[in-house]
């Protein structure tokens, strides 16, 4: 029984113009670009990080799905978000074709206005995701909301990096990236983000192997809202 929903407002799937013939390509193009460097270890730090995940997980920047096999039976329920409809579909395609027995709902859904109650999931998963918000202290604020009480942030991100050669040639490249990678922020100093909203419970850096030298410093690990930090979404 295929037990994938899809939620999608249609106005969002109308006739092509340039942005949504360039998310398209992009959509196309994401999993060929990221195969090399899922082959040589993002795709056993996926299966790590997923590991921890339980309860009601909400993914954020879902893209094509490539968390999907990773995620163990510990997670009860999953919500699979993305803001962009070309790849809400090759993501709603892998749901469907993994045929997992959890309940699974894939929605169009910016990090930023996330189709959840308050303090109503228990996990939160972000897979090289913050880089391309657009204001990620908003999408912050919104997964601590959506958090429930000793609800968890699961994170692997590529960030800026701690060499300073290499933090100066992020931030030269940066524009050129971003307009290359569909608006990614190669010089974000994710982990400080963070910080500011989460306490973080552990964190590891590595290396993205396989991938350009501007985003390969990568930070992973679990995090948990500040207490007593609360940012409601205000609703119309």
Known sequence: ???????????????????????????????????????????????????????????????TG???????????EL??????????RRL????AGSHRPTPTEVALAAADALP?????VDTVVSTLVLCTIPDVDAALAEIVRVLRPGGRLLFVEHVRADDAGLARSQDRWAGPWAAFAMGCRCNRDTLAALGRRFDIERVTHGRWRGMPWLVRPLIMGAAVPIPGERFARTKP
């Open 79 to 88: 919500l699979l978000t993305d803001p962009e409809p070309a790849m809400l």
């Open 116 to 120: 959840a109650d308050d303090a109503s």
């Open 1 to 63: 029984m295929d037990r994938t929903r899809l939620t999608i407002d249609e106005q969002h799937v109308g006739a092509a113009t340039p942005d949504r013939l360039g998310s398209r390509f992009g959509a196309l193009l994401y999993d060929p670009f990221l195969v090399r460097g899922e082959r040589l270890g993002m795709r056993a730090r996926r299966a790590d990080l997923l590991g921890a995940a339980t309860g009601r997980v909400l993914e954020i920047g879902a893209g």
């Open 66 to 76: 490539l968390n999907l096999q990773h995620y163990p039976l510990g997670a009860e």
């Open 92 to 95: 709603r395609a892998r749901a």
